[in-house]
């Protein structure tokens, strides 16, 4: 596959590069969207006068295909259960080779045991016949006119990942599977005992280094992770190995918890997530510079849902995690704006500085979305009309607007330029 890199991008030397993780399926939700947001905003058109007020390079990296051929993708390690990928390979396609068919050494009578492979989805399918078209020169877009029905056909998160992945961004966990009937991996212990694994440690080790060796200005990293289940152990490790090897980096950690579990999980009472919650926030807290949990349910750990008043300006199923996922990768991909920007002074390390005072690690994340501009008023009269924190939805467990704040960073985006400003 031929992927062109966009235009009018940094250079590397100022990239203030930003590394990502995300540990679990629903982080993994987030994550996709989030990487399509940003997939989404690239220029490819050379003759363009369009400023692009986005640093691409902090958070994507550009590389070379065996073949030669220049490629753009993120710098990322997703970490996932085996199961969890469907029709996405684990190595990626854009270094695919043959793969050598091995001759069994077993002389005696062999059982095979063969099963059709997942069939991808009519989005999928139209990236590869786009991809397929860029290859032989052709003009590579996806129809414009048409809707796909993501809504049912996205199972999981790969079913609406547009872009390409390095091999070295994805890991999956051993001794587990994906949507396992026995929740085998529906703990905390759970995932500290993948991490005593040694084998998969090195693997993470030489994955991360391999992003981290090629940075130039390597400013902090993210950490999305799902933590009602063994992958808040497994990120809380992660963060104490960052903090471990990089100590002056940022750390920005993001657990997530989705609207909806599976039934299975639910017991009278509260939720057993409640005890992985709570490890995973301890140990997120003493090896990152700041966390900031995300869900649309105010109390996330009881079994009868405590769901927050819907966003009043979208329409949306808070139950399904492609929709929730998307709201949660909107408000990230504007929160992180504050050091992503071309031409902002302010660096991860800075903010999570600015935002912890007097050694406060938790803040809450909120989002206008889209915040309404109707014709005839004004920008200063729409802010006056909803003034923050009063029109910011909490993305956050426990919050409301009328928490006191001991310190904000706010971020607006997608005026338009003919939009009066008074």
Request: hydrophobic fraction near 35%; aromatic fraction near 10%; proline fraction near 9%.
């Amino acid at each position: 596959e031929h992927v062109v890199r966009p235009i009018h991008s940094a250079s590397a030397m100022s990239a203030r590069e930003v590394i990502t993780f995300q540990c679990g399926h629903y982080s993994n939700f987030i994550g996709t969207h989030w990487w399509n947001i940003q997939e989404s905003g690239f220029c490819y058109d050379s003759s363009s006068q369009k400023p692009q007020e986005i640093l691409h390079d902090c958070t994507f990296r550009e590389g070379l295909t065996l073949m030669g051929e220049q490629t753009f993708t993120p710098r990322l390690l997703a970490l996932d259960l085996p199961g969890s990928l469907k029709t996405l390979k684990e190595g990626g396609t854009l270094y695919d080779t043959k793969a050598k068919t091995a001759n069994p050494a077993w002389e005696d009578e062999l059982d095979v045991h063969t099963a059709e492979p997942p069939v991808k989805n009519e989005f999928l399918e139209d990236l590869d016949r786009m991809d397929t078209g860029a290859n032989e020169g052709e003009e590579a877009q996806l129809p414009a006119s048409h809707c796909y029905d993501l809504d049912s056909s996205a199972e999981v998160w790969s079913d609406f990942l547009r872009l390409h992945l390095h091999p070295k961004s994805l890991l999956m966990l051993p001794g587990h599977f994906h949507n396992d009937p026995q929740g085998s991996f529906d703990t905390y212990p759970a995932g500290l005992a993948v991490w005593e694994n040694r084998k998969f440690q090195r693997a993470l080790e030489d994955q991360l280094h391999f992003f981290v060796e090629e940075c130039d200005h390597l400013q902090g990293f993210h950490l999305l992770t799902d933590w009602d289940n063994g992958f808040g152990a497994v990120a809380s490790m992660v963060a104490q190995e960052i903090a471990d090897e990089y100590p002056s980096k940022g750390l920005l950690a993001i657990p997530a918890t989705p609207s909806a579990l599976p039934l299975d999980k639910q017991t009278p009472g509260f939720r057993p997530s409640l005890l992985n919650h709570a490890l995973s926030l301890t140990g997120l807290l003493s090896s990152s510079s700041l966390v900031s949990p995300l869900s649309l349910l105010h109390n996330p750990w009881r079994t009868t849902p405590f769901p927050r008043p819907p966003l009043p300006h979208l329409s949306y199923q808070p139950d399904l995690a492609y929709h929730s996922s998307a709201i949660m990768a909107s408000a990230l991909d504007t929160a992180t704006l504050v050091f992503r920007s071309q031409q902002s002074p302010c660096s991860l390390p800075a903010l999570c500085d600015t935002l912890t005072a007097a050694g406060r690690k938790v803040c809450s994340m909120g989002v206008c979305l889209p915040f309404p501009l109707p014709p005839g008023s004004t920008l200063q009269t729409e802010l006056d009309a909803a003034p923050l924190p009063t029109s910011l939805y909490p993305l956050t467990p426990f919050t409301s607007h009328k928490d006191v704040r001991w310190s904000q960073a706010v971020a607006l985006r997608g005026v338009p330029p003919e939009y009066p400003l008074w």
